[in-house]
């Protein structure tokens, strides 16, 4: 199976913060990754697929990139709707695994 | 708009049974492969497994910790999945998602849609 790294686990950032969350893949992944927005006790919502496209509706204050194994999302302008729990996922091969998460709070 | 709601969650004693339904609405549901996803309490995201859809043989994938306990089927004339769980163990307690998958290639092959969830409750 593919092992997913997420770091930082947890960071705190002010409104109006860039934030870069990493997500590290122990195979080489094709660019398959997908990152996910966890607000709590909501569902997820798809943000990005294929490591830097954006899902039909998100901002373009998210962005993705990365190749191989090591990949980032960066979020520009942090605002509060923005404080929540984010996942990485690879989808290039089966078991479809998830990164732990990275939680962004407020400062 | 794409709809996805969630069924049939609930309390049920170790070594039960349940069965989850998601009805999906607002798009063309045959077309979608279709996912499983749940997220114990305070815990991340487990990906359950998925549904091919009929040119892709209605075959399924499975995590490897409920193969052989879980079943994804579907209805595609009931815009229907559905995920029969079987010998339930404490650890299957969680929120469990059902969500369209993007694309049957794998640079989509990745949630776009989700429902809001139904908790399983496993517990004597």
């Known amino acids: 199976d593919i092992q997913m790294t997420q770091s930082p686990s947890s960071l705190s950032a002010s409104v109006g913060d860039r934030v870069t969350i990493t997500c590290r893949a122990s195979?080489?992944?094709?660019?398959?990754l997908a990152w996910f927005q966890q607000i709590p006790g909501k569902a997820p919502k798809s943000l990005i697929y294929?490591?830097?496209t954006l899902q039909s509706g998100v901002p373009a204050k998210f962005s993705g990139s990365g190749s191989g194994t090591d990949f980032t999302l960066t979020i520009n302008s942090l605002q509060p709707e923005d404080f929540a729990t984010y996942y990485c996922?690879?989808?290039?091969?089966?078991?479809?695994?998830f990164g732990p998460g990275t939680k962004v709070d407020i400062k | 708009e794409v709809q996805l709601v969630e069924s049939g969650g609930g309390l049920v004693q170790p070594g039960g049974s349940l069965r989850l339904s998601c009805a999906a609405s607002?798009?063309?549901?045959?077309?979608?492969?279709m996912d499983w996803v749940r997220q114990a309490p305070g815990k991340g995201l487990e990906w359950v497994g998925r549904?091919?859809?009929?040119?892709?043989?209605?075959?399924?994938e499975y995590a490897a910790s409920v193969k052989g306990r879980f079943t994804i089927s579907r209805d595609d004339s009931q815009n229907s999945v559905y995920l029969q769980m079987n010998s339930l163990q404490i650890d299957d307690t969680a929120v469990y998602y059902c969500?369209?998958?993007?694309?049957?290639?794998?640079?989509?092959?990745?949630?776009?849609?989700w429902g809001q969830g139904t908790l399983v409750t496993v517990s004597s």
């Open positions: 969500a369209r998958v993007g694309g049957t290639s794998w640079n989509k092959a990745t949630p776009d849609n």
């Open positions: 607002g798009f063309t549901f045959r077309d979608y492969y």
């Open positions: 549904s091919r859809n009929k040119p892709n043989g209605y075959t399924t």
């Open positions: 195979q080489g992944i094709n660019n398959n």
């Open positions: 294929a490591a830097s």
């Open positions: 996922q690879q989808h290039d091969n089966y078991p479809i695994t």
